[in-house]
Structure formats: C-alpha cells, structure tokens
C-alpha cells in the first residue's frame, strides 16, 4: 500500500513477471519526465523519458505510460530480473525561466527469486 | 571521459561548523541541482542554477548555501544553521530539455 510521510513504498514481484511502478504528479505545466533507477548508495541512474506529446514511448525491456488526464506516469519492465531490484523515482519537469528537476517519492522494486 | 564528480564520498562534520561539499561537471551542462536524500526517502531539492552566477533556492534551502562561479562547479556549503545535516547529498547537470546525470553521492554525518 501507499506510504504517506517518511518512507518509501515497496513492490515485491516474481523474478519472470512483468512490474508496474506508478507515478502521480502534481504540476499541470510539466512537460516532461523521466524514470530513474538508484541502488543502494549510488546516484540515479537515468531509466527512460517521456515529453508531454507523446503518451507511450518503449525501450529496453521498459516501457513508460503518461497520462496528462490524471497526471499519471507509469514505469513496465518486463521478466523482471534480480538486477531490477532498487528504488525507482520518476522525475518531472517544465520548461520556461526558473525549471527544475522535482523528484516523486520513489518506490522500492524487490525482485524475489 | 565526461561526467559529474562528487567529493569527497564520505564526510564527517562537527557540531557548529561549516562543510563544503564539491561538484563538477565536465558534460558542458548549463544546469545543476543539489538534492538531499534521508534513508528510505525520496530526493528532496535544496538549490539549482540554471546558468552562472544564478542560482534559485529549492524546497528545504535553509541552513545551505551555493555559488556558481563557473560552469564547471556548483559547490554546496551546508552551514551551523542547518540543524539536522546528516544525510545522503547528490548533485546532478543538465542541459536544456535533457535528462540529468547525477553524481556517486557525499555521504555526510555529524559527530
């Protein structure tokens, strides 16, 4: 279930299985998002993106889903793998004077063998 | 090769005292973003610039400090006001509509 406050959620998947992580966000003027992957005690690592013209856009194994309707962001990797497992962040962005880089709470994959 | 350099890894401050945490990009990136990271939480954004000698305050600014002198460099000072400094802080770059990089972390702890 959803986290509120301090920590992060989790999602536990059969190795095999396809995952799916969501993403809400708050900011109509984004227009552009990204999906990270961060393992424990590195910087994250950039995943896949998506902008706002496009609702689907597909790669390696990944697949990111936007839905402007309900600013909601989706992350499928499919035969998830133990290398998958790490916490997943999904970041957004608008363009214009001042834009920055605003981070979703994150979700933690765990891949069980 | 290019990429965005974090020091030092790990850092050990004082009660009271200023640190300075380096970041450097060799990407030719106009941006850069400090955030801070708690165990088992998400990245929370202290200070970006967008260009030098710019720089805006982000979600939890006070108690840090930034320059951007130079393109290159977006040092982070975390101050004796910063009441809680210990943390996970990673710097990222980009440039324009792009995906940012991020560097390998300074772990820093009060003693």
């Known amino acids: 279930g959803e986290s509120v406050g301090l920590h992060l959620p989790t999602l536990s998947v059969q190795e095999g299985d396809n995952s799916i992580i969501n993403c809400a966000y708050s900011n109509s003027a984004s227009d552009y998002f990204i999906w990270y992957k961060q393992e424990s005690g590195k910087g994250p690592q950039f995943i896949i993106d998506?902008?706002?013209?496009?609702d689907k856009r597909q790669g390696q194994r990944v697949t990111v889903l936007l839905n402007k309707t309900v600013k909601h962001l989706s992350l499928q990797i499919a035969a998830t793998q133990p290398g998958d497992s790490a916490v997943y962040f999904c970041?957004?962005?608008?363009?214009?004077?001042?834009?920055?880089?605003?981070f979703g709470k994150g979700i933690t994959l765990s891949v069980r063998p | 090769d290019g990429g965005i350099t974090q020091s030092p890894k790990y850092l050990f401050r004082k009660e009271g005292q200023n640190v300075t945490l380096s970041c450097e990009q060799n990407?030719?990136?106009?941006?850069m973003y400090w955030y801070r990271q708690d165990p088992g939480q998400g990245l929370r954004l202290i200070y970006y610039?967008?260009?030098?000698?710019?720089?805006q305050k982000g979600d939890i600014a006070e108690g840090y400090s930034v320059s951007r002198e130079k393109k290159e460099s977006f040092p982070l000072t975390v101050t004796s006001a910063q009441k809680n400094p210990t943390a996970f802080y990673l710097c990222?770059?980009?440039?324009?509509?792009?995906?940012?990089?991020f560097g390998q972390g300074t772990r820093l702890t009060v003693v």
């Open positions: 990407l030719n990136h106009d941006a």
């Open positions: 970041a957004e962005a608008s363009t214009g004077a001042n834009s920055k880089l605003t």
């Open positions: 998506i902008r706002s013209n496009m």
């Open positions: 990222a770059s980009n440039h324009g509509y792009t995906e940012a990089f």
């Open positions: 610039s967008q260009i030098v000698n710019d720089f």
